[in-house]
Structure formats: structure tokens, C-alpha cells
């Protein structure tokens, strides 16, 4: 059962710069994932560091205790008051049977699953407010309009909100990620209590249930609003709109069976191609968006790499992902996940970029103060956007989100009187403690002095 916050008493936000780290390891080197720095040893490089008497040496060196054996490889980072306090990997990120061999580090780039959706929240939370009205106001928008333009909404699809696809609310039905599903997921319906039989998964629009769709949509809302805002953008779609228009007309008007449209010399576009070639500009924007309005703003040294796939190192250093912690069996890769899962998983970061981007996102570098407390009170009735949900516990709310793809990730923004904490942990396995939001916010809590 969810654990619902109605109302949030107290946010407070540093405007600190986040420093980072270097270490001697060699993929830190070759990654280079921060800008600004400061020296650092193995684990934590400023010494004992406390905010309000909690202690970031202790928390890391619990996480290690709790975590060492258990999993092929995993790196965490915690920074207080804008600051890397600890940080460390422990592991393999790539076992000898898939040699050369490497260990994993903090700032080991792999998949962070449904961790993405608080990357989405903040683009989106960004996007919306560029209308320039109240972020209430704008939340309120109905998100049919934001769509390719041959997407014809079902008049229960029209009620549908920001609000509702980013608070898990929505009762939209997933079909599938490629663009023909999402197409049948607009114009299908979705689920409502007023049904003759009303579905099981997902529950009624007005309800909690968290389902994926609700942020594959939100990819394309988010762009397609940015494209209001940005008049190369909304030229790109435009034009890569007119040759579905065009590629439709001729298909229809064609008598040859070739069910195409000559774009140029000795060139055909089929209506599906045409479809595809507009996907792949929607997608490929909304990564755009996410390096620019997100990435950079946070102080990424490589915010113009960051992908969806495998990226920041050599093939033969990428991490590789494990079901056990057999040392003696094959790993595998994770693919590209831009067209079909962006916005709801698929981004590869390190623990050390998350962190980074959590503490500027919390000092207002990314998002305005107002953006990110609306983040966190959600819809009002609980249900968080970004995030999963959130701990009311001594030291404040702990608002967390979790992920699972090729591997887990975990990330955390610890807020309260005093209180500027973010902790992130990664491992290259599935099925771990690093989801089990509740071990580490318990551990945080073991962790004061």
C-alpha cells in the first residue's frame, strides 16, 4: 500500500554549486563525469562531513556492508549541502568471463530503469513552466492536443492532464511503446469507473497505479508542448508532419500499388516510414531536451553524451549485467531504449551524475524551487510525480524513486529543517536490496550522530 503525504510542511532548498570528485581509478578518467571538483580518496573525499549531525561516512560505510557479496557490482554517491561527502564503487562492473575485466565505480555509466521518470518530471515540470502560467494552471492542461496531429483522441482521452500522467493517475491503457500502440492508446479510451466492466490494470482514471505508458506519453506531450516554445523545433515537426500528410494523400490517391510518395530523385516515402521518419524526430528531440534543459543546467562535464544507450566508453569497457553473482557466467548488454521506453526508463547515467543532477535540481539550478516542491506534493492526495513516494520519518521527508532494468538503481532526496542530503546507488543486477527504498532510508536514519 502507498505510503501518502498530503501535505508537505517544510522544503528547503541550498543554492549551493555541487562539487564533485576525480579519482585515480582509470574509467574515471575516461569518463570524466564532473566539472567541478575536489580531491578524493576511495570513499568520500572531504573528510566527515555533516549536515545537522548526520554522518555520510557512516551511511557509505553501511551501504557497503549491506551491499558487498550480494551483487556483481554497484557504486553509490551522497552529497550534503552540495557537496560529494561519500562516494564509492565496490564490485565488477565487468567480470573476467567478459574480458577484459573492470571494476565498478561511482561513476560507472549504466541503465537506471524507472529512475528516468524523475529526469522526465523535472523536463516536464521545465517545459510547462515556459507556458508562463502558474505551474497549477499549466499542470491542468489537457494532453491530447500534444500529439502528432493524425492522433485522433477518444472524448474520454480529452479529460486526460499533465497532472494525471505524471501523479500515476491517468487510467490510460498501455498497448505497447512503438508509436502505432501509443497511437491506439490515445484513441482507445481509457479506463473509468463508468465502464460497463471497468479493467482491473490499469485502475480508473482518478486512481493511483503506476504504469509505464503514463511516461512514454509524457515523452511526447513534453516535446510537442516544447515545440510551442522553440520555433526549430516546432519547424522540424511540422515539416516532418507534412510528408505523413503528404505520403497519406499519396497512398491514397495511388493506382500503381506502390503506396508511396515521391519525396526527390528516384525516392519513395511509405506512409510508415513517414510515421517512423516523426517518431525518430520526437524522440530524438526529447533527448535533445533532456541534455539542454536538464543535463547541462546541472553541471554534466559530458551533458551532450547522455543517451539511452551504452555510452562514455570504449565497447570493450561498457558494463556488462549479471542475474547472479557467478563470476563464471556471461553477462549481457543493455540495448537502446530511446524509441520506445524514453521517459519512462531506459537512460544510462552513473551514480555520480544522479547525484549531481538531484543536488542541483534541490539548489534550484535546474528547476525553480516552486517546480520541485510540486514535484514532491504531487496531486495533493499523495501521489508524488517523479518520484515513487515518500518517508515521513525524524529527520524529515525522504522522497524516493527507484528503478529496474537491465540493472537497479535507487535515488534519494532527504529533505527537512536542515536537512540537504541526496543519495543514489546503481549495481548491474536485477532483483537486489538497492530497490528496497525502505532498507535505505532506514540506514539514513542509523546514520546521525
Not at 516535446?223 to 499519396?250: D, G, P, R, S
Request: neutral net charge; proline residues 3%; glycine residues 8%.
Amino acid at each position: 500500500m502507498k505510503t501518502t503525504i498530503k501535505k508537505i510542511t517544510v522544503l528547503f532548498f541550498v543554492s549551493a554549486s555541487l562539487l564533485g570528485m576525480v579519482s585515480c581509478k582509470e574509467e574515471q578518467r575516461i569518463l570524466e563525469p564532473i566539472s567541478t571538483v575536489v580531491p578524493s580518496s576511495a570513499r568520500g573525499g572531504i573528510g566527515d562531513l555533516v549536515n545537522h549531525h548526520f554522518d555520510a561516512q557512516t551511511m557509505a560505510a553501511k551501504i557497503e556492508a549491506r551491499l558487498q557479496g550480494k551483487v556483481p557490482g554497484f557504486g553509490y554517491c551522497i552529497v550534503v549541502n552540495g557537496q560529494v561527502a561519500a562516494a564509492n564503487g565496490v564490485g565488477k562492473a565487468r567480470y573476467n568471463v567478459d574480458a577484459p575485466q573492470r571494476d565498478y565505480s561511482e561513476n560507472v555509466i549504466q541503465d537506471i530503469g524507472s529512475c528516468t521518470k524523475y529526469f522526465a518530471a523535472l523536463l516536464a515540470m521545465k517545459t510547462l513552466d515556459g507556458t508562463g502560467q502558474p505551474i497549477n494552471t499549466a499542470l491542468e492542461r489537457k494532453i491530447y492536443t500534444y500529439f502528432p496531429y493524425y492522433f485522433n483522441a477518444s472524448q474520454d482521452f480529452k479529460k486526460v492532464t499533465f497532472r494525471d500522467l505524471m501523479a500515476h493517475t491517468s487510467g490510460v491503457i498501455n498497448y505497447g511503446g512503438t508509436l502505432s500502440n501509443i497511437e491506439k492508446t490515445v484513441e482507445d479510451g481509457i479506463n473509468e469507473t463508468t465502464d460497463p466492466s471497468p479493467l482491473v490494470s490499469p485502475r480508473p482514471f482518478g486512481q493511483y497505479d503506476y504504469q509505464n505508458i503514463n511516461y512514454v506519453l509524457l515523452r511526447y506531450c513534453t516535446v510537442y508542448l516544447a515545440a510551442t516554445q522553440n520555433a526549430t523545433l516546432n519547424n522540424e515537426l511540422k515539416a516532418a508532419e507534412n510528408v505523413v500528410k503528404q505520403a497519406i494523400a499519396a497512398e491514397a490517391n495511388d493506382n500503381d500499388g506502390e503506396f508511396g510518395l515521391a519525396v526527390g530523385p528516384q525516392t519513395t516515402v511509405s506512409v510508415a516510414t513517414a510515421k517512423n521518419n516523426l517518431n525518430i524526430k520526437i524522440c530524438t528531440w526529447y533527448q535533445k531536451l533532456l541534455r539542454e534543459q536538464i543535463f547541462q543546467p546541472a553541471g554534466l562535464a559530458q551533458w551532450n553524451q547522455v543517451e539511452f544507450k551504452a555510452w562514455g566508453v570504449p565497447d570493450n569497457q561498457k558494463v556488462k549485467y549479471y542475474n547472479t553473482v557467478n563470476s563464471n557466467v556471461q553477462g549481457y548488454d543493455s540495448g537502446n531504449h530511446l524509441m520506445e521506453a524514453a521517459g519512462a526508463g531506459g537512460l544510462k547515467l552513473s551514480a555520480m551524475h544522479m547525484a549531481q543532477i538531484v543536488s542541483a535540481a534541490r539548489a534550484n539550478l535546474v528547476v525553480q524551487s516552486d517546480l520541485l516542491a510540486k514535484m514532491k506534493s504531487g496531486d495533493g492526495k499523495g501521489n508524488q510525480m517523479g518520484f515513487d513516494d515518500a518517508f515521513t520519518r525524524p529527520h524529515g521527508i525522504y522522497y524516493h524513486k527507484n528503478g529496474s532494468g537491465a540493472g537497479n538503481a535507487v535515488l534519494f532526496d532527504f529533505d527537512g529543517p536542515g536537512v540537504n542530503v541526496q543519495l543514489v546507488i546503481t549495481t548491474n543486477t536485477t532483483g537486489s536490496e538497492v530497490t528496497n527504498t525502505t532498507v535505505w532510508a532506514d540506514l539514513f536514519d542509523q546514520s546521525w550522530k
